[in-house]
Nanobody, 120 residues
Framework: QVQVVESGGGLVQAGGSLRLSCEASGRTFSWYAVGWFRQAPGKEREFVAAIRYSSTYADSVKGRFTISRDNPKNTVYLQMNSLKPEDTAVYYC????????????????WGQGTQVTVSS
């Protein structure tokens, strides 16, 4: 069983920045793929970014968000710059063994989510 904990959400003005963290348990963290997804009220959970050995991004966040990982710390980060009100959502971190995926159902372990609110 892998435990996943997200942190770093908060309230920020449009144009501001936040850095989210996703810490996962397990001795083989470097083998895991980690994906960030978000869900706004009344909407489906949508892909944001994912990383295993390389990274991939949703078009809506390319150039603004950066995903990175620190394997010795068992942590993946999501640096979010130039935030917009439409980025407001609960952000979830998913973990799976093997290759990364943009499909949330492919991930096996999830954290509780962290709220990001961007005011205009």
């Amino acid at each position: 069983q892998v435990q996943v904990v997200e942190s770093g959400g908060g309230l920020v003005q449009a144009g501001g920045s936040l850095r989210l963290s996703c810490e996962a348990s397990g001795r083989t963290f470097s083998w895991y793929a980690v994906g960030w997804f978000r869900q706004a009220p009344g909407k489906e959970r949508e892909f944001v970014a994912a990383i295993r050995y390389s990274s991939t991004y949703a078009d809506s966040v390319k150039g603004r968000f950066t995903i990175s990982r620190d394997n010795p710390k068992n942590t993946v980060y999501l640096q979010m710059n130039s935030l917009k009100p439409e980025d407001t959502a609960v952000y979830y971190c998913g973990v799976r063994g093997g290759i990364s995926s943009i499909v949330y159902r492919d991930y096996d372990y999830w954290g509780q989510g962290t709220q990001v609110t961007v005011s205009s």
